[in-house]
């Protein structure tokens, strides 16, 4: 059985974000394993396609500030220190992939809410994580709301 010595928590922020950080860190204190935690914001021009004549320099800096201060607190509570907190601008799938790379994850725990059917098809993060990946990924189930 392989040991995991370096595992990252991707995490959207959600209020599932804990369940996902907890399981990192059972697995982290049974492989005596580090665990770093990484947020991706995608780009604000991705949601208008890039077609917009304003300037979204400082929203962006503000959203990346807000989830950089989100991060440290919950880092907090798992014990896990500022320079394991990484903020990432780019496609959540693409960027955790070249985290886990760039960093040497070998594990990589995301959630999941199991989705079906369309929501299916249309893809998640937590798909995306997972094809193409470099490294083992775990996908923990999530509650649905």
Do not use: W
């Amino acid at each position: 059985m392989a040991y995991y010595r370096n595992i990252l928590a991707a995490v959207d922020l959600n209020d599932e974000s804990n369940v996902v950080i907890y399981k990192a860190t059972e697995l982290g204190n049974l492989y005596s394993a580090p665990v770093s935690i990484v947020h991706v914001i995608e780009p604000l021009g991705y949601a208008y396609g890039g077609d917009i004549p304003v300037d979204l320099t400082e929203v962006q800096q503000q959203l990346q500030e807000h989830a950089k201060q989100q991060l440290i607190a919950i880092g907090k509570q798992f014990d896990i220190s500022e320079n394991c907190i990484h903020i990432i601008i780019g496609r959540p799938d693409t960027e955790i992939h070249r985290l886990a790379e760039e960093k040497n994850f070998d594990l990589v725990v995301v959630g999941s809410h199991g989705r079906h059917g369309l929501q299916l098809l249309m893809g998640s993060t937590s798909s995306g994580v997972l094809h193409g990946a470099s490294c083992d990924i775990l996908a923990v189930r999530l509650h649905k709301e």
